[in-house]
């Protein structure tokens, strides 16, 4: 059978389903699911606990758990990188990922030996680079971060896919740089103790953590040229845009440039259409209420989630979203 008559027979049986358990599901809160999803535990590869990652992966495992009576957990990890090998290895269901390692894992480049079968279920927010240092640090820019220690993400990180990227941008040669390959929260803890002179990072803005640091230890943000950005895309996947990281952001007296990159949830391609569609359907209606917890969120639009290029949007997606148009 096709998946695309996977994915129509899911729908039969979904309204089907509503029309008898409407009333049903309106006091018990739980609703029917796609056939697909199997038993036992399902996962969702977030990242470190003080990201966002986490947190969104977390709210979402408890409404799609609740939505659809199934017991879906969120999973710490170390990011992009991480998460998308989970999900291609069966793992995970869903990951997290930023849209250039998502580009990279399908091209099979960079951290990634083969192309890995994954595919996008939505584009969800953008997230910003974050160069962190001590608000009294003599570190000014990147090129005084050489013959210095500085996280540059944890391995199999998609922030150290970009730490990486944009330090040869800007001519500073990264062996120079004795780096702990830490992850967030262990970078925050060494730039408070510190341990370490700077950091990388790569998420959503505020990061909680970072925001959090700022409150008890003075931070600033390097800046990262725009025209370091330009050949960052001209090299890699052109995932990426400039930016600005705004006056008032962990304390900060004025905006620094930055970039940003798009961020995905990502599935494997053989994930069935009805599930894909089950987990749209519940991130969309609970985009109000995670908000609450994770303010990025509040962020997700249909208009803009189908722009995944050039990692291709999932069967199921691309129904879900025409069903929407409808």
């Not at 996977?6 to 049986?13: E, L, N, V």
């Not at 969702?44 to 606990?49: F, K, R, S, V």
């Not at 210095?148 to 896919?161: I, M």
């Amino acid at each position: 059978m096709s998946r695309g008559a996977r994915s129509h027979g899911a729908i039969r049986r979904l309204l089907a389903a509503a029309v008898v358990l409407g009333a049903v599901a309106g006091v018990t809160g739980c609703g029917t699911h796609a056939d697909g999803w199997g038993s036992g535990e399902i996962t969702i590869a977030g990242g470190g606990a003080d990201g966002v990652y986490f947190t969104y992966g977390t709210r979402l495992a408890e409404e799609l758990s609740d939505r659809f009576d199934l017991d879906v957990t969120a999973a710490q990890t170390a990011g992009s990188v991480d998460n998308i090998l989970r999900v291609a290895s069966g793992e995970a269901l869903l990951g997290f990922a930023q849209g250039d390692a998502a580009a990279d894992a399908v091209a099979g480049v960079g951290a990634f030996s083969d192309a890995l079968p994954v595919e996008a279920v939505a584009r969800l927010y953008d997230e910003y680079l974050h160069v962190v240092v001590r608000e009294d640090s003599d570190i000014d820019e990147l090129a005084d971060l050489a013959g210095r220690t500085v996280s540059l993400g944890a391995e199999n990180s998609g922030v150290n896919v970009i730490a990486s990227r944009v330090l040869a941008a800007a001519d500073v040669d990264v062996t120079s740089i004795a780096d702990p390959q830490l992850d967030l929260a262990a970078s925050i803890q060494a730039l408070e103790d510190s341990a370490i002179d700077g950091f990388f990072w790569v998420g959503g803005i505020p990061t909680p953590g970072i925001a959090d640091l700022a409150l008890t230890t003075p931070v600033r943000l390097l800046p990262i040229e725009q025209g370091w950005v330009g050949d960052v895309n001209e090299r890699f996947s052109h995932a990426y845009r400039p930016a600005d990281l705004p006056v008032g952001l962990y304390g900060l007296e004025q905006s620094e440039p930055t970039l940003a990159v798009p961020n995905y949830l990502v599935t494997a391609d053989d994930t069935p259409d009805g599930v894909v569609r089950d987990v749209l359907e519940g991130l969309f209606d609970a985009r109000t209420r995670i908000a609450h917890d994770v303010p990025l969120a509040a962020l997700l639009d249909r208009t803009q989630a189908i722009f995944t290029g050039p990692v291709p949007l999932h069967p199921g997606a691309i129904d879900y979203f025409r069903d929407q148009r409808d």
